[in-house]
């Protein structure tokens, strides 16, 4: 069975670096592209930055510049990395990693989606 754990997330002061991953395990899978959303209290989940399977991201614009998105295919890994901070940054963070799984019973590779648990992301001024 196919299992994302995400890590990385914690309590950091305005301005730091968190780095948050996403590794897929179990089944044959492999890694192709990754959305990463957040999730602040009391808001709507929204998008932050879309990674297609050529690593061309589109990043929102209140984290443009200070996220990136990248992928390491060896490790079945995604990554996020959180550059610069600001309070407003706040969020329980998630990852969506689509890839190719191989389906036994079909003797054959079919995409596949998985979610992150979530991370919590807090950042104090």
């Known amino acids: 069975q196919v299992q994302v754990v995400e890590s990385g997330g914690g309590s950091v002061q305005a301005g730091e670096i968190l780095n948050l991953r996403c590794r897929v395990s179990g089944g044959r899978f492999t890694v192709s592209s990754a959305d990463w959303y957040r999730q602040a209290p009391g808001k709507q989940r929204e998008l932050v930055a879309a990674m297609s399977a050529d690593l061309s991201t589109k990043y929102a614009d209140s984290v443009k510049g200070r996220f990136t998105a990248s992928r390491d295919i060896a490790q079945n890994t995604v990554l996020l990395q959180l550059r610069d901070l600001k309070p407003e940054d706040t969020a329980v963070y998630y990852c969506?990693?689509?890839?190719?799984?191989?389906?036994?019973?079909?003797?054959?590779?079919?995409?596949?989606?998985?979610w992150g648990q979530g991370t919590l992301v807090t950042v104090s001024s």
């Open positions: 969506q990693v689509t890839g190719e799984l191989f389906v036994v019973p079909e003797s054959r590779y079919r995409s596949h989606q998985v």
